[in-house]
């Protein structure tokens, strides 16, 4: 079990540019989720998906932001046109689909994004 | 709407108990969970509480009241490593998946 893995770890862009993150759940997962985190503040929800299939999303993620899970194995999260506020620890999780226990949702170390 | 409330900031001996409370007031209830996350690092899972009462595993314990909107997480015989942000979250209802995170509260432990 090598847990979620997200790349890359920081990303430097300047206001206005596109940056795309990715995420590979761990394996077994049919769920995965994404959740961005200011300094501070506990994580917010910004969307999950069961296999292929995006089933919820958060108001926070706008127009500008996109996420994919094509083959329902890892997903992308894109933001275009970034902006000061998009600046935050972007962390994908992933779960079970199984009954019991709440089936915890496992975190990756995050995407650390700084726009300049 | 969503709320959940935690301290922000809790300072503890080595070797003591310490609680941590977390109030929320949610559109549904499906589960309260504990997550760990030191400081760059990914939040960890602690526990899962949905029914009242006492859940315990090793030197972490957490507890639930519904009726009360209100669950703790009891950490005994602290270490300095237990030195992290507790964040409590909830699942508001049924069928959804997203959790709501409080804001986590800050807990360093001293020698």
């Known amino acids: 079990d090598t847990g979620v893995s997200q790349n890359p770890r920081h990303k430097i862009t300047k206001r206005g540019q596109n940056v795309t993150f990715r995420c590979d759940p761990i394996?077994?997962?049919?769920?995965l989720y994404w959740y961005r985190q200011t300094l501070g503040q506990g994580p917010e929800f910004l969307t999950y998906?069961?296999?292929?299939?995006?089933?919820?999303k958060s108001r926070l993620l706008s127009d500008r932001f996109s996420a994919e899970r094509p083959k329902g194995s890892f997903s992308t999260l894109e933001i275009q046109r970034t902006e000061q506020g998009d600046s935050a620890m972007y962390l994908c999780?992933?779960?079970?689909?199984?009954?019991?226990?709440?089936?915890?949702?496992?975190f990756g170390d995050g995407t650390r994004l700084s726009i300049l | 709407g969503q709320n959940i409330d935690q301290p922000t900031e809790m300072t503890a001996t080595e070797g003591a108990i310490v609680q941590i409370n977390c109030t929320y007031q949610?559109?549904?209830?499906?589960?309260l969970f504990w997550y760990q996350q030191h400081a760059g690092e990914a939040p960890t899972f602690l526990s899962y509480?949905?029914?009242?009462g006492l859940e315990e595993k090793g030197r972490f314990s957490s507890f639930l009241s519904r009726s009360k909107g209100y669950s703790y997480l009891l950490l005994k015989e602290l270490q300095m490593k237990d030195s992290a942000s507790y964040l409590c979250?909830?699942?508001?209802?049924?069928?959804?998946?997203?959790?709501?995170f409080g804001s986590g509260t800050r807990l360093q432990v001293q020698p």
């Open positions: 999780a992933s779960s079970s689909l199984g009954q019991g226990k709440g089936q915890p949702q496992h």
């Open positions: 394996s077994e997962h049919n769920r």
């Open positions: 998906f069961q296999n292929e299939a995006q089933l919820e």
């Open positions: 949610t559109s549904g209830f499906n589960g």
């Open positions: 509480n949905v029914l009242d």
């Open positions: 979250a909830v699942t508001p209802s049924t069928g959804r998946r997203a959790l709501t």
